[in-house]
């Protein structure tokens, strides 16, 4: 087309109006070309529950994964059944992302294959729904980090407390407790204590056993690609699905598990989010080398002195312990206070800047979500530092939180980056 066509062109489009969708639908009217679309990687746990395994006419499942042949023929049954909805299957995860069409990956496996699939999808130009832990090594958090900023992709870490919901045990949302701390009342540096008080030690027993013996692979089952790049063991039931957590080849019992739904919120009311600790105390029996153990206490300190305490074993009584205590002032369970007329003290202060907590409208508008790749990244590096001296029998690791190494303590930087098996690279 020469100049003068095209300018033609130009003029003849301007003849006509363009009509907002909501105006031709009405409120919340969703057109089909805007419908949004999901696969789902992992559908024998997290995967299935009602609040992820669903379809809407904002976001319709078009897919789903797994490598255990019962779940994904279960998946897909309860799919046409309840969702009415006829999804493509997988065994390989990277087909899902290639072939599905789908516009949103939801990755719900063990953490071990976090990393992988998130980066593969971001490079695929997937936007990603993450179960927590994030990822399994600060390593692995960092190069999904990097990943999602380079191909510009939306990612959500599945943990909320920090936006919504109260946060566990403490019977109070988060945002007065910000607030409260936002006022400068309490005082500074600030201690929060996370014991069994407030609810911690819900998972905190979901430790491995250390005298597996091997056992037939069942024939569902694809053994090798479950493992992925962790190292090769003999097959046990207990290494998989329900109980794999209690195994540091791929996840570090109840301390990761439940640890970024603690920690993330903490590290959002400190004002933490761009912020690491630079040393992490643990107090715990010697850990085996393959199945995870219990421990008695994980404390991390900021350069400023705010610590964070998590409390396990001999903390399980619902005492008398402080959440939150400054210079100035406690705060106990309930909201209850030592500073006097604290309610009327919030109600004072303005509400924190407004978070981003619709996955979907950040999507479609490529906005952060609220708990994202980057502050996703530092509450999850809380837990695998407390995980890498926990594994090791460290009393102390001191952290550089600029170079995101331990200083000093060549075993654990190893645990930072650690060698995949087989074909499986970042």
Same mark, same amino acid.
């Given at each position: 087309?020469?100049?003068?066509?095209f300018m033609?062109?130009l003029g003849a489009?301007?003849?006509?109006?363009?009509?907002p969708?909501?105006? @031709?639908g009405? /409120?919340? =009217?969703?057109?089909?070309?805007?419908?949004? +679309? /999901?696969?789902?990687?992992?559908?024998?746990?997290?995967?299935?529950s009602?609040?992820?395994?669903?379809?809407?006419?904002?976001c319709?499942l078009?897919?789903v994964?797994d490598?255990d042949a #019962?779940?994904?023929?279960s998946?897909v049954?309860?799919? /046409?059944?309840? @969702?009415?909805?006829?999804?493509?299957?997988?065994?390989?995860?990277?087909e899902?992302?290639a072939?599905s069409?789908?516009?949103?990956?939801?990755?719900?496996t063990p953490p071990?294959w976090?990393?992988?699939? %998130?980066m593969e999808?971001?490079r695929a130009g997937?936007d990603?729904?993450?179960?927590k832990?994030m990822t399994?090594?600060?390593?692995?958090?960092?190069?999904?980090?990097e990943?999602?900023?380079?191909y510009g992709?939306i990612?959500?870490l599945?943990? &909320?407390?920090? =936006?919504t919901?109260t946060?566990y045990?403490?019977a109070?949302?988060v945002?007065?407790l910000k607030?409260l701390?936002?006022?400068?009342?309490?005082?500074w540096?600030l201690?929060? +204590?996370v014991s069994? %008080?407030?609810?911690?030690?819900?998972k905190?027993y979901?430790?491995?056993k250390d005298?597996?013996?091997?056992?037939p692979?069942?024939?569902?089952?694809?053994?090798?690609?479950?493992l992925?790049?962790?190292?090769y063991?003999?097959?046990?039931?207990?290494?998989?699905?329900? +109980?794999?957590?209690g195994?540091?080849?791929?996840?570090g019992?109840? @301390?990761?598990?439940m640890g970024?739904?603690y920690?993330d919120?903490?590290?959002?009311m400190?004002?933490?989010?761009?912020d690491?600790?630079?040393?992490v105390?643990?107090?715990?029996?010697?850990?085996?080398?393959?199945?995870?153990?219990? &421990?008695r206490?994980?404390?991390?300190?900021?350069a400023?002195g705010c610590?964070?305490v998590?409390e396990?074993?001999? =903390?399980?009584?619902?005492?008398?312990?402080?959440?939150?205590?400054?210079?100035?002032?406690?705060?106990y369970?309930g909201?209850e206070?030592t500073?006097?007329n604290?309610?009327e003290l919030?109600?004072s202060?303005?509400?924190?800047e407004?978070?981003?907590t619709?996955?979907?409208?950040c999507?479609?508008?490529?906005q952060?979500?609220a708990?994202?790749?980057?502050?996703?990244?530092h509450?999850?590096?809380?837990? #695998?530092?407390?995980?890498?001296?926990?594994?090791?029998?460290r009393?102390e690791?001191?952290?550089d939180?600029v170079?995101?190494r331990?200083?000093?303590?060549?075993?654990?930087?190893?645990?930072?980056?650690?060698?995949m098996?087989?074909?499986?690279?970042?």
């Open positions: 087309m020469d100049r003068r066509d033609k062109t489009m301007g003849l006509f109006t363009i009509v969708r909501q105006v @031709l009405g /409120k919340g =009217f969703i057109a089909p070309s805007d419908q949004l +679309t /999901k696969g789902i990687i992992g559908v024998g746990g997290i995967g299935r009602s609040s992820h395994f669903s379809t809407s006419e904002a319709r078009v897919a994964c490598v #019962n779940h994904l023929s998946a049954d309860a799919a /046409k059944k309840n @969702l009415n909805e006829n999804v493509k299957a997988y065994e390989d995860f990277r899902l992302i072939q069409g789908a516009d949103i990956i939801h990755i719900a071990h976090h990393a992988i699939m %998130a999808a971001a997937k990603i729904w993450l179960e832990p399994r090594t600060i390593g692995e958090g960092k190069a999904v980090a990943a999602v900023k380079r992709r990612l959500r599945n943990t &909320w407390f920090r =936006f919901d946060f045990g403490l109070t949302p945002q007065p607030k701390i936002m006022s400068g009342e309490l005082g540096p201690k929060v +204590t069994g %008080a407030t609810g911690f030690t819900w905190f979901w430790v491995g005298n597996l013996t091997e056992q692979v069942p024939k569902e089952l694809n053994y090798d690609m479950w992925g790049p962790a190292p063991k003999p097959y046990n039931v207990h290494r998989t699905h329900q +109980t794999f957590r195994y540091w080849d791929y996840d019992g109840g @301390l990761t598990d970024q739904h920690l919120p903490v590290q959002y400190l004002g933490k989010d761009d690491f600790p630079i040393k105390e643990i107090d715990a029996p010697q850990q085996h080398y393959d199945a995870v153990g219990i &421990w206490k994980i404390t991390y300190t900021y400023d610590q964070i998590l396990g074993e001999g =903390f399980e009584s619902p005492g008398k312990v402080p959440y939150i205590e400054g210079p100035k002032g406690k705060v369970k909201f206070c500073i006097p604290v309610q919030i109600n202060i303005s509400d924190p407004p978070q981003r619709d996955f979907l409208e999507v479609r508008t490529r952060k979500f708990l994202n790749e980057q502050n996703g990244h509450s999850c590096t809380l837990v #695998n530092m407390g995980a890498v001296g926990l594994r090791l029998g009393k690791l001191n952290f939180p170079a995101q331990f200083i000093g303590d060549d075993a654990a930087n190893a645990l930072i980056d650690q060698p098996r087989g074909e499986w690279r970042l």
